[in-house]
């Protein structure tokens, strides 16, 4: 099999393009990096800022699927998802409102593949206002198409606290699937949340969790909510991955504004989490940063995103890969950039 390079040619996402080598067409700005490893294969399902070299805000209204067999070329599947594939999405907005995502897979007792795509857009209605909530949409496919079985958010507004000041709370979905079969759903904007799902991941089981990002216990005014855990995650602010290694559980996130990668582990999917620092200082030209880690043949690498594609910035952001080394005691070195 292909050893995996230890230089990525990152940005590893460039043109949206056919050409499997990636090296023509026209550029594509893709974010947020959600990865699934299916038989030998990786599955990078990204955003897609389609903002104007001037805009200030965000502008996303789909989903893109690359794979690769090799870590060095990525085949483009397209868009597989839409935010207008949720009904119960808003569709009046002018700046798009496709965020984040998380796709993944499980096999059903009769051995069927189903693939599950959690998706963050502005739609979820509470009291007459609108703000970001979660959906999630099947298909028996991974690139697709993917169908909202419940026809309504997973997450809405008022399933957490505090959501009148504060509409994009609920976004970044990441879900795990524990070795015990138990899936746990984590998201969350300054501050992570967390909720074990029901066998068939789509339905909420138990109660909602939350840890605040300087481990401040607050008493929430929702009987929903239950303050969990006591450690703290420093400068939580958004994009918690979920994944394990080695058979420790590691929680990597964006901290601070503008953002870093920071990571905790775990003895367990539902923490408590130990701070274990910051392995990505924040970058040239973006915000935001949006780590996903994963494991595939015999390395781990971390997903990430940049502004180095011409004319980038905030909302033209690109996604790059790069070699995650870990010390004897699990924790990870600082991640080195590459390039080429
Ligand atoms: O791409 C839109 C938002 O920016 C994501 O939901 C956040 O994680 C940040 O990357």
Do not use: C
């Amino acid at each position: 099999s292909t050893i995996p390079p230890l230089r990525f040619d990152n940005p590893v996402i460039k043109y949206d393009t056919e050409d499997p080598t990636n090296k023509v067409g026209k550029i594509i700005y893709t974010a947020d990096p959600a990865t699934m490893v299916v038989n030998d294969t990786v599955y990078l399902y990204t955003t897609h800022d389609e903002q104007h070299v001037d805009g200030n805000d965000y502008r996303m209204y789909d989903y893109r699927l690359w794979t690769s067999t090799d870590m060095m070329t990525w085949e483009n599947k397209g868009a597989v998802f839409r935010y207008s594939d949720f009904d119960w999405a808003r569709g009046d907005s002018k700046t798009g409102n496709a965020y984040a995502h998380h796709v993944i897979h499980r096999k059903d007792e009769s051995g069927v593949s189903r693939y599950y795509f959690y998706a963050t857009v502005e739609g979820g209605q509470s009291e007459g206002k609108f703000g970001f909530a979660i959906g999630v949409a099947v298909s028996d496919n991974p690139e697709g198409p993917f169908e909202d079985p419940r026809g309504m958010p997973m997450i809405l507004l008022e399933d957490t606290a505090e959501y009148k000041d504060h509409t994009w709370r609920n976004i970044d979905p990441a879900v795990f699937i524990d070795n015990d079969g138990r899936a746990y759903l984590y998201w969350g904007n300054q501050q992570l949340w967390w909720v074990e799902l029901e066998a068939d991941l789509i339905h909420l089981k138990g109660e909602i969790y939350t840890l605040d990002s300087d481990g401040t216990m607050q008493n929430r005014d929702t009987s929903q909510v239950q303050i969990h855990a006591v450690n703290t995650l420093p400068n939580f602010e958004e994009a918690p991955y979920v994944s394990q290694h080695n058979g420790l559980y590691y929680l990597v996130y964006a901290a601070g504004f503008p953002e870093s990668i920071a990571y905790a582990t775990s003895a367990s999917a539902t923490g408590p989490w130990q701070y274990r620092g910051i392995i990505m200082e924040p970058l040239p030209g973006t915000t935001t940063i949006h780590p996903a880690m994963f494991d595939f043949k015999d390395n781990t690498y971390l997903a990430y995103h940049n502004a180095d594609l011409p004319d980038g910035g905030s909302y033209r952001r690109s996604v790059a890969v790069d070699t995650v080394h870990f010390n004897e005691d699990g924790t990870i070195k600082p991640i080195i950039r590459t390039s080429k």
